[in-house]
């Protein structure tokens, strides 16, 4: 059944309330009770949306300084990429909300792929990675555009070889992974450790969750209450994140079957995962830049 794009705008409304509200006159006052079902309670949904504390690291693939630092130095490196042009961080730029701000992303050779680049921030919350799905972790995800033809354009095995030839990363691998080496395995595990840290700075929407009522205003609360109630908004972009991790055919046109590639059903075909809230406010948790890494970057804090 095709979903209607009701859905699809009610985000970016609630979103632009938020960031935009102070600029805004005060709207007509109104009884949100004429707007909601008698047992909605605002308090209880505040709850619904509450920030995790940390992301979850894997007890095969667990936090370390040097798996992050590895992990890091690798996503910046144009290396690992048939080119020797193109990162992961060509694609998942840290300056645009860690995704590229295109249309579709730009691959191998300079064109133009089918998908929007996904932003990897939070996606250490996510239950199923890329638009379709068929990564089940970071782990797996992390291996799949190096190799992928249209993308960098590196089959693993060069991959490894590439980089078991620079300098510096033997030592960064031992210590990351004492006694593996360089493998495709280990370089999965250190990429996917880091993309776990990049997480989304606390908003104003977060402080207001958290008790602090006079983080946002009046009409971004009212927002908030449509949001959950008439406009129906919360039954795909729900919780922190404002994503349900779920899979949606939105009515678009085209070839492209997302989901319904990998599941013969009905409702999964041209369906595509709910879009997350990566441009939330905040500072967002950006790594250092070592001698290892190419590009040049400042930390922000």
């Not at 609630?14 to 005060?26: I, N």
């Not at 239950?127 to 590196?154: K, V």
Request: net charge positive.
């Amino acid at each position: 059944m095709k979903r209607t794009c009701k859905r699809v705008v009610c985000v970016a409304g609630l979103l632009f309330a938020l960031e935009s509200a102070a600029l805004c006159a005060p709207a007509p006052v109104r009884s949100v009770k004429s707007e909601q079902t008698p047992a909605y309670n605002r308090a209880q949904w505040k709850a619904k949306y509450v920030r995790p504390r940390a992301a979850l690291f894997p007890a095969e693939n667990y936090f370390t300084k040097e798996r992050e630092l590895l992990g890091r130095t690798l996503f910046f490196d144009p290396r690992l990429s048939g080119s020797r042009f193109i990162s992961c961080a060509s694609c998942h730029n840290p300056g645009f909300s860690w995704g590229d701000a295109l249309p579709k992303a730009i691959g191998h050779g300079m064109k133009e792929l089918g998908r929007r680049t996904p932003t990897v921030l939070n996606m250490a919350f996510a239950d199923l990675l890329f638009w379709d799905g068929r990564a089940e972790s970071l782990e797996e995800q992390a291996l799949g555009p190096i190799a992928a033809a249209g993308e960098m354009n590196q089959p693993l095995d060069k991959m490894v070889e590439t980089v078991a030839k620079i300098p510096g990363y033997r030592a960064m691998f031992e210590k990351a992974y004492p006694g593996e080496g360089i493998t495709e395995k280990a370089v999965a595990r250190a990429i996917a450790t880091f993309e776990r840290t990049i997480i989304s700075g606390t908003a104003r929407f977060d402080e207001w969750i958290s008790g602090k009522e006079s983080a946002i205003s009046e009409p971004a609360k009212r927002g908030f209450d449509l949001f959950n109630t008439k406009a129906a908004c919360q039954q795909c972009h729900s919780g922190w994140n404002f994503t349900d991790n779920g899979f949606y055919d939105i009515g678009m046109s085209g070839e492209d079957k997302g989901r319904g590639a990998k599941l013969k059903l009905e409702a999964m075909q041209h369906a595509f995962t709910t879009t997350r809230a990566a441009g939330r406010s905040g500072p967002v948790s950006l790594p250092k830049s070592t001698p290892c890494a190419s590009p040049r970057w400042r930390r922000r804090s």
